[in-house]
């Protein structure tokens, strides 16, 4: 059986949650040990990020990227769940205003940067403990946190009214459910998340993503490697790498000496994230420096490297 280790970009279809994606792929490509750097709702289509094998240790360095979307927002209803989950019969509809491209343009503008953002009342976010989507099915009334999330752009592409179709880029935890509510609140008619599908996360894109389908026919024909991206690809840090004598006890978490060094790949300073890299090239973890790269020094009573993450 075939292990795989690294990244593959997957097309997550509309009605199922990120989990069963995960489930799915793991009936498909035949082994247990495959995560995700992010999750998308089931109404929700798009790019997830799916690490497999090894790799699975790396989502925690790449769940700070930004992301981008494309969100239709239905204007003139308000949702309790702010998408179309919690619309019912007894919805109450709302005038729209006869808006103008130029009065939604700058409606949207006023998000742009950084916000303060309500975590939705039916989100996996916790609240002492316990899942807000949780307490919020059992009518329990909860005051959810409040998180400042980043705007870094959003850009009207169609307006159809009570159809607002728009391209989002923003920073990490950045409910876009939340950014619908908003937007139909300050336009004063309500709104809900109507459609959204993520197109970018970090520097990966949907365009080069594949369906389950595609992973499944790969899968059987024997090509399914060449779409998966290897860890030295996506974790960009500056590098260490060891001889072939210490590469070993790397897995033991052994930090390494000046004279195990054989090379030294970008410049970095005191606390950054560094990749430890044994004799072939293959990074075998993540830590961080404890001195700059211009203040290597062969001092045994030092470290300058600090373990963050094994990849064994």
Request: glycine residues 8%; contains cysteine; positive net charge.
């Amino acid at each position: 059986m075939i292990q795989y280790d690294g990244i593959l970009l997957c097309k997550k279809p509309f009605g199922i949650s990120s989990h069963e994606v995960i489930n799915r792929l793991r009936q498909i490509i035949g082994q247990k040990k495959i995560g995700h750097t992010g999750t998308l709702d089931p109404r929700a289509t798009g790019l997830l990020v799916i690490c497999l094998g090894r790799a699975t240790k790396v989502a925690q360095f790449l769940e700070d990227m930004d992301k981008a979307y494309e969100v239709e927002i239905k204007l003139g209803v308000s949702s309790s769940t702010f998408d179309a989950e919690g619309v019912t019969d007894d919805t109450q509809a709302r005038p729209v205003p006869e808006l103008t491209k130029k009065q939604v343009i700058e409606t949207l503008s006023k998000f742009k940067g950084k916000i303060k953002q309500k975590v939705p009342a039916y989100s996996a976010a916790k609240v002492n403990g316990r899942r807000l989507y949780k307490l919020a099915r059992l009518g329990h009334e909860v005051e959810t946190p409040e998180r400042e999330v980043d705007i870094k752009d959003i850009a009207l592409t169609e307006l159809d009214l009570p159809f607002i179709r728009c391209l989002v880029s923003c920073s990490k935890g950045t409910y876009i459910r939340s950014l619908a509510n908003d937007v139909g609140e300050r336009i004063g008619c309500g709104a809900y998340l109507s459609k959204l599908s993520r197109t970018r996360v970090g520097s990966f894109v949907l365009t080069e993503a594949l369906s389950l389908n595609e992973i499944r026919h790969y899968r059987e024909a024997g090509v399914l490697k060449r779409h998966i991206k290897p860890i030295e690809s996506i974790l960009r840090f500056p590098s260490l790498k060891v001889t072939e004598d210490f590469s070993r006890w790397i897995v033991a978490g052994r930090s390494p000496r000046l004279k195990d060094i054989a090379n030294v790949s970008g410049d970095f300073g005191p606390d950054d994230l560094i990749s430890l890299k044994d004799h072939t090239g293959r990074i075998m973890a993540v830590g961080r420096a404890v001195v700059g790269s211009g203040e290597l020094r062969d001092d045994e009573n030092k470290n300058f490297f600090t373990y963050v993450r094994v990849f064994n």
